[in-house]
């Protein structure tokens, strides 16, 4: 078995000189790193008063907690739990759409095949991170302040959140979109009202369409833990159960909000196939 030529390592070196000289920098760059985040790893664990024996006392506090869950039971309280969990959701449902219907026209000043100047798209987009930028929940504490306790809050909180989401989702939805169609509408004689009703929207709203599908499955969880808060639906009874100690109530209300996301994301996930399978024979 013949035996391959030993590399020549002075021609290589003087071929690659940066591979075989790297600078000290270039060398100890990665060691550094790990460096800075091991420090910052123990720095965390010692300003936050992390304690091996409270965490071995609280797995112990959990386990009995979990057994105290057992079975679930939800005593005479269904039909209520029922309705906050169809009010939670409702707040998902809506909110989302509220959501959508708002950032499709502000989604195409913001995307860079409609809107060219930056005058005009750049602070669209920076309007759009900052509405993206703050969570739901913080959302949902303002507008209880402003619209008071209840379902109503939780919707304006999830549409204002998600505005900004879907704001930027669709204009780069768009920005992807193929400028062929448009130019076509554009040969015919179409203004930039057409480009924009036939020429761009048939191409993107099945993907607007499934992303709205997938926020909607994503947003009932949402709902849940803004309920919490005072934004009304089943996290709100949930917050209330855990505040009595009704461990059995808790685990029938996880288990119900368990089964609901499950159905969701199972029936989104056929519609979402079924639009990318319509766009595909298209």
Not at 120 to 146: Q, Y
């Amino acid at each position: 078995m013949s035996q391959l030529p030993k590399p020549n390592t002075g021609e290589l070196r003087e071929k690659y000189p940066d591979v075989f000289d790297r600078p000290a920098s270039a060398r100890l760059a990665m060691p550094a790193m790990i460096a800075a985040a091991l420090a910052v790893f123990v720095f965390g664990l010692v300003d936050l008063d992390f304690s091996p024996t409270k965490l071995i006392t609280g797995i112990s506090q959990l386990g009995w907690i979990t057994m105290m869950m057992i079975p679930p039971n939800p005593g005479s309280s269904f039909p209520l739990y029922m309705q906050a969990l169809g009010e939670t959701l409702s707040i998902a449902l809506l909110g989302t759409t509220l959501a959508a219907v708002m950032a499709l026209p502000v989604s195409l000043l913001a995307a860079r095949n409609i809107i060219p100047s930056n005058l005009i798209r750049f602070p669209v987009r920076r309007f759009l991170d900052s509405i993206r930028g703050i969570d739901t929940l913080i959302w949902a504490l303002v507008w209880i302040n402003v619209v008071g306790l209840g379902p109503f809050a939780g919707v304006l909180a999830i549409a204002v959140s998600d505005f900004g989401a879907f704001g930027k989702l669709f204009s780069e939805a768009i920005e992807a979109a193929d400028r062929k169609q448009v130019e076509g509408i554009r040969a015919s004689g179409g203004n930039a009202l057409h480009e924009i009703r036939f020429g761009l929207l048939p191409q993107v709203l099945p993907v607007i369409a499934g992303q709205v599908l997938y926020f909607i499955e994503s947003n009932t969880r949402s709902a849940t833990i803004i309920g919490i808060v005072g934004a009304g639906g089943i996290g709100l009874q949930l917050a209330e159960q855990i505040r009595v100690l009704e461990w059995q109530h808790v685990s029938f209300l996880i288990l119900m909000i368990l089964i609901a996301v499950a159905v969701i994301d199972f029936i989104s996930g056929k519609l979402r196939f079924a639009i990318i399978g319509q766009r595909a024979v298209a």
